[in-house]
């Protein structure tokens, strides 16, 4: 985020909004599963209406309207809700699930999340980096030439490997890029002989890019900038709004700010952020504030105290170009050591046979 240092490679402005969803597609409900708290009546839709009753009552609360004292009562009952959940998913063991678990899970989890309110972010972004090792990509170790094999993956080898990643789903892909090289090669992890790839990009346009920052993460804050500014926000937005819509909103924002920044074991575990990160970036909204074009999130890899960002690919394809590509081989690792300021500087791993070009033609790498 910005800093007057002049080393950050982001700066934001962040007004909050609450999203409501008018015409969702119903999913086949699960109103319960495992020890997971039962979805209330009061999250489930209304017959012959596209709204539940904790809709209608967020919407008077986020526009000012007065609520009864009984509505009060519901939206504190929420609360309750998504205290016990975000609790619940913590202990849940996403490893022993059967493919009908996981199906009976993600229609609750649809259920428990028909309704989201959402923080808007005004992004600024001055280079993103990818880090691939090429012998996943291509099967061996010999230097990338196709542009391609350092933006998204394409959508048949998203549903071949057929599995569920931080910002996505295996229905839909992103771009992952980080704020530095080695933010990039913590998530990564490289080991040694790996011949590594790093791809530069930059934003070909001026202006600020609609993102989603993802805030309550209990190790973030005080660590990471971006995490830190979003949760000062929210705090200045709770002074001027009732506190029974701020109290609702701020169990969902922790629930969130949980998947987001947990260890995985099993890419079951992916599920709920990969559903909200779908329903986000899958889901253009045009000239509306839920308009987002990436979504921000603390780098797990790197102990908080950067950043990653997922950008939809048509914002990556239309407004992004990689202006250099590195290369190098791993001869030592050092994920414990810290980082410096310099984006660019590579301090995790020792290497190799280092070199850099920046001649990009017709969607080649040209290496001379």
Not at 143 to 150: A, F, Q, R, V, Y
């Given at each position: 985020?910005?800093?007057?240092?002049?080393?950050?490679?982001?700066?934001?402005?962040?007004?909050?909004?609450?999203?409501?969803?008018?015409?969702?597609?119903?999913?086949?409900?699960?109103?319960?599963?495992?020890?997971?708290?039962?979805?209330?009546?009061?999250?489930?839709?209304?017959?012959?209406?596209?709204?539940?009753?904790?809709?209608?009552?967020?919407?008077?609360?986020?526009?000012g309207m007065p609520i009864s004292n009984a509505e009060r009562e519901i939206m504190q009952g929420l609360v309750l809700f998504y205290g016990i959940l975000y609790k619940s998913l913590q202990d849940l063991g996403f490893e022993s699930f059967t493919q009908k678990d996981f199906k009976n899970f993600e229609?609750?989890?649809?259920?428990?999340?028909?309704?989201?309110?959402?923080?808007?972010?005004?992004?600024?972004?001055?280079?993103?980096?990818?880090?691939?090792?090429?012998?996943?990509?291509?099967?061996?170790?010999?230097?990338?030439?196709?542009?391609?094999?350092?933006?998204?993956?394409?959508?048949?080898?998203?549903?071949?490997?057929?599995?569920?990643?931080?910002?996505?789903?295996?229905?839909?892909?992103?771009?992952?890029?980080?704020?530095?090289?080695?933010?990039?090669?913590?998530?990564?992890?490289?080991?040694?002989?790996?011949?590594?790839?790093?791809?530069?990009?930059?934003?070909?346009?001026?202006?600020?890019?609609?993102?989603?920052?993802?805030?309550?993460?209990?190790?973030?804050?005080?660590?990471?900038?971006?995490?830190?500014?979003?949760?000062?926000?929210?705090?200045?937005?709770?002074?001027?709004?009732?506190?029974?819509?701020?109290?609702?909103?701020?169990?969902?924002?922790?629930?969130?700010?949980?998947?987001?920044?947990?260890?995985?074991?099993?890419?079951?575990?992916?599920?709920?952020?990969?559903?909200?990160?779908?329903?986000?970036?899958?889901?253009?909204?045009?000239?509306?504030?839920?308009?987002?074009?990436?979504?921000?999130?603390?780098?797990?890899?790197?102990?908080?105290?950067?950043?990653?960002?997922?950008?939809?690919?048509?914002?990556?394809?239309?407004?992004?170009?990689?202006?250099?590509?590195?290369?190098?081989?791993?001869?030592?690792?050092?994920?414990?050591?810290?980082?410096?300021?310099?984006?660019?500087?590579?301090?995790?791993?020792?290497?190799?046979?280092?070199?850099?070009?920046?001649?990009?033609?017709?969607?080649?790498?040209?290496?001379?």
């Amino acid at each position: 985020m910005a800093q007057p240092n002049g080393n950050s490679h982001f700066s934001s402005a962040l007004p909050i909004y609450t999203k409501f969803s008018k015409h969702m597609k119903k999913p086949k409900w699960q109103t319960e599963f495992r020890d997971l708290p039962k979805i209330p009546d009061t999250k489930k839709w209304l017959k012959g209406e596209h709204e539940t009753i904790e809709q209608k009552i967020s919407k008077k609360l986020a526009v000012g309207m007065p609520i009864s004292n009984a509505e009060r009562e519901i939206m504190q009952g929420l609360v309750l809700f998504y205290g016990i959940l975000y609790k619940s998913l913590q202990d849940l063991g996403f490893e022993s699930f059967t493919q009908k678990d996981f199906k009976n899970f993600e229609n609750y989890i649809f259920y428990a999340f028909n309704y989201f309110p959402v923080l808007a972010n005004k992004l600024t972004i001055y280079q993103l980096y990818r880090v691939v090792i090429n012998e996943q990509l291509i099967g061996n170790k010999q230097s990338l030439t196709k542009k391609g094999l350092l933006s998204y993956p394409p959508m048949h080898i998203v549903r071949k490997i057929n599995k569920y990643n931080r910002a996505n789903t295996p229905r839909t892909n992103v771009f992952y890029g980080a704020e530095t090289i080695d933010t990039a090669l913590n998530e990564s992890k490289p080991q040694i002989g790996d011949k590594v790839t790093v791809g530069v990009w930059k934003p070909t346009v001026e202006r600020k890019y609609n993102s989603y920052p993802i805030s309550h993460s209990e190790e973030g804050f005080g660590v990471n900038e971006n995490s830190t500014n979003a949760i000062r926000a929210f705090n200045e937005y709770k002074k001027t709004h009732d506190k029974v819509l701020t109290d609702h909103m701020e169990p969902y924002f922790h629930v969130l700010g949980y998947e987001y920044s947990k260890p995985i074991k099993h890419h079951y575990e992916y599920l709920i952020s990969a559903m909200f990160s779908e329903n986000i970036l899958d889901n253009p909204q045009k000239g509306t504030s839920f308009d987002f074009e990436c979504i921000i999130y603390p780098s797990v890899g790197n102990k908080f105290s950067t950043s990653n960002v997922a950008v939809r690919k048509d914002i990556l394809r239309h407004e992004f170009e990689l202006t250099k590509v590195i290369e190098f081989e791993v001869t030592d690792c050092h994920y414990e050591k810290g980082q410096k300021t310099n984006p660019e500087s590579i301090n995790l791993v020792d290497y190799k046979g280092y070199r850099i070009t920046e001649k990009i033609e017709d969607n080649r790498i040209i290496w001379e």
